[in-house]
């Protein structure tokens, strides 16, 4: 049978699906947020344990990519997507029927590990259609979706938080997927069969040690930490805007909104762009941008003008990351074509570490000050900038060679 190499092989319908499973922990987390009070009492717990249900499925989501991704380096992608995707709605159901706090935490933990299937595998199918441009614009896409659904999540959980309950909004959590599952059924096909895996092992070169390379790590960095900087804003936005800013839960939503459409701008510009401007260079473009606005928020943050004059360079910093996440994405995991799925597990791992981290930071002054969230953008953005630095000045010692798939009929 004839072969023939997958290139731009990335479908629209494909790439709906994997951005949809891309949203499984972003809808997972902050969708219920706002039904935290209504949950310690309809718990009997503390604000603590319910808190602590959050921690859950994050740690679960950083674990299971480190288990899913490998995984299906040597399985294949198809048969673990599946598992993950079965699992992830098996417990986000229990989650939606939790008894107690206890039950809520260890169904919080099973969704986290399941749903980080999705998530990882989505990032290794790309990887193993496309390269350079096309995975550059496949991957912004999917990054895109699961960049504004952090932003949206909070807001459309705070509106249906009281008509549908803390269990209402767990099971639109379920709904989601479920939603995918047709479309996974009709839309992913295995792109890491054994046949090709068996060629990955006898043209890739020490696959192992590209992880460790200077180039993947570098890539990684600048993914992972500039993502940091998406995070430490939606973490710090609810005393930023309403404590600070004295905005309306409304207004507080509005903000919200503006800040999505800015970074969904930003990733439609940077895709479109990608056919005449390198993906390396995108991605500098979009880490500069990120520091220089921050670098603005500092400067306005210590000259102590009013604090609605942070809401424009807030924007501009949501806005650079739709610049960043893709391009950083596609690069690091082209220096590990022949193991994308670890590649892809150890992006994901490092971005919720990081998550979990930057989390309680921006908090530590208190809700008076942005301070804190100014600063640990900034570290944030700068080492960004140098993981970038350091990717950019590491000696390429020859790409991955991709085997062609076989020819489908």
Same mark, same amino acid.
């Given at each position: ?5 997958? +290139?731009?092989?990335?479908?629209? $319908? %494909? /790439? *709906?699906? #994997? &951005? !949809?499973?891309?949203? =499984?922990?972003?809808? @997972? ?44 380096? +040597?399985?294949?992608?198809?048969? $673990? %997507? /599946? *598992?993950? #995707? &079965? !699992?992830?709605?098996? =417990?986000?159901?229990? @989650? ?56 949206? &999540? ?65 890539? &990684? ?189």
């Amino acid at each position: 049978m004839p072969e023939t190499t997958p +290139r731009s092989a990335v479908s629209a $319908p %494909l /790439l *709906i699906t #994997l &951005a !949809l499973l891309s949203t =499984a922990a972003p809808f @997972a987390t902050d969708l219920y947020l706002s039904a935290f009070p209504a949950m310690t009492a309809d718990l009997g717990t503390t604000a603590a344990g319910v808190q602590l249900s959050l921690t859950a499925f994050l740690l679960g989501a950083g674990i299971g990519q480190l288990v899913f991704g490998p995984l299906s380096d +040597r399985m294949g992608r198809y048969g $673990p %997507l /599946l *598992i993950g #995707l &079965a !699992l992830y709605i098996a =417990a986000s159901a229990a @989650a939606a029927l939790a008894p107690t706090i206890t039950a809520l935490i260890v169904a919080r933990l099973v969704q986290g590990l399941a749903g980080s299937a999705g998530m990882v595998i989505g990032r290794a199918i790309i990887s193993d259609l496309a390269d350079g441009t096309e995975a550059a614009r496949a991957m912004a896409i999917m990054m895109l979706v699961g960049g504004i659904a952090p932003i949206v &999540a909070p807001f459309a959980g705070s509106l249906l938080a009281e008509p549908l309950g803390w269990r209402g909004l767990l099971w639109i959590v379920t709904g989601v997927g479920v939603v995918t599952v047709p479309l996974v059924l009709l839309f992913v096909r295995e792109t890491h069969p054994r046949t090709v895996r068996e060629r990955h092992r006898m043209h890739a070169s020490a696959p192992g040690a590209r992880l460790l390379s200077r180039r993947y790590l570098g890539y &990684a960095g600048a993914f992972a930490f500039g993502f940091a900087t998406l995070m430490a804003y939606i973490s710090a936005s609810p005393f930023l805007y309403q404590s600070m800013m004295g905005f309306t839960e409304v207004q507080y939503g509005l903000a919200f909104a503006l800040n999505a459409i800015a970074l969904t701008a930003s990733s439609i510009v940077g895709t479109r762009l990608t056919h005449r401007i390198s993906v390396a260079r995108l991605l500098q473009v979009g880490l500069l941008w990120n520091l220089a606005s921050i670098l603005v928020l500092l400067t306005l943050v210590f000259t102590g003008v009013p604090a609605i004059w942070l809401a424009l360079p807030i924007v501009a910093v949501v806005a650079s990351v739709g610049l960043v996440l893709g391009n950083a994405t596609a690069l690091a995991l082209d220096v590990v074509r022949s193991r994308a799925g670890t590649g892809s597990a150890w992006l994901g791992f490092l971005q919720f570490s990081l998550a979990g981290l930057v989390s309680p930071l921006v908090g530590i002054g208190g809700e008076a000050t942005a301070v804190p969230l100014a600063l640990t953008m900034l570290a944030a953005s700068v080492v960004a900038n140098a993981a970038f630095v350091i990717a950019r000045g590491a000696p390429e010692h020859g790409r991955n060679p991709q085997p062609q798939l076989p020819a489908t009929t």
